[in-house]
């Protein structure tokens, strides 16, 4: 069965820590993965989409990594600001146009 | 560009009254996208359109209905509301680039079922 699981379901970290979120896939035949960023009700933006020949990519203050044999990806951030705060979801998608596969996301809470 | 635009923002309906959530791109996008997220739940596929004139089903098409007439727009229709429908749903644009997708979310419509 295709599914992504994000782990921690929930973080609070300290405003200028750094702090990665995981997250783990069983889709196939896989095509890319995404991380989004949610605010608090807005649609998901997107940050960052990796095909499976790259292993990162980074975008300003986010860095995500794809171990495509182990199924792993992370979203590294670094230097937190209170603008960090959000979910963030992890997108798989299969080939095809309707095959994404969302996890339920990690809602980070930056503290000043 | 405006991107994905959603409307209404936010609504308030009855047990099996009706309405027509509202999609417009104006990205020239082939492929549109109707999901519901649930409060701590991951965004659901209700439906898909892959260009003017085609949709299909996605993981949750119950309860919905879908039309493509033109490329810019993909309302999603709901004949009967219930209170399992109360959620908050985005509509998603987007295109392929050798081989790749890029996908572009609206700001979402909020619905409440009483």
């Known amino acids: 069965k295709n599914q992504v699981e994000q782990s921690p379901q929930s973080l609070i970290i300290l405003e200028g820590k750094n702090c990665t979120l995981q997250c783990n896939y069983t889709v196939s035949p896989f095509s890319n993965l995404r991380w989004y960023k949610q605010d608090t009700g807005r649609g998901p933006v997107s940050l960052t989409i990796m095909t499976f020949s790259e292993n990162t990519k980074s975008n300003g203050r986010y860095t995500a990594t794809l171990d495509a044999d182990t199924k792993q990806s992370s979203l590294h951030i670094t230097a937190s600001q209170l603008s960090d705060s959000a979910s963030y979801i992890c997108?798989?998608?299969?080939?095809?146009?309707?095959?994404?596969?969302f996890g339920t996301g990690t809602r980070l809470t930056v503290i000043p | 560009n405006a991107g994905v635009t959603q409307t209404p923002k936010f609504r308030i309906l009855k047990i099996g009254q009706s309405m027509t959530l509202q999609c417009t791109q104006d990205?020239?996008?082939?492929?549109m996208y109707w999901y519901r997220q649930d409060p701590g739940m991951g965004l659901k596929l209700i439906y898909y359109?892959?260009?003017?004139?085609?949709?299909d089903k996605g993981e949750v098409p119950n309860g919905y209905n879908v039309s493509r007439s033109t490329t810019e727009d993909f309302p999603l229709r709901l004949e009967l509301a219930a209170p399992s429908q109360t959620s908050v749903y985005f509509c998603?644009?987007?295109?392929?680039?050798?081989?790749?997708?890029?996908?572009?979310f609206g700001p979402g419509t909020r619905l409440l079922v009483l």
């Open positions: 997108v798989v998608s299969a080939f095809g146009a309707n095959n994404l596969f």
């Open positions: 990205m020239n996008h082939n492929y």
């Open positions: 998603a644009s987007s295109y392929l680039r050798e081989g790749q997708e890029t996908q572009y």
């Open positions: 359109s892959v260009g003017a004139g085609i949709t």
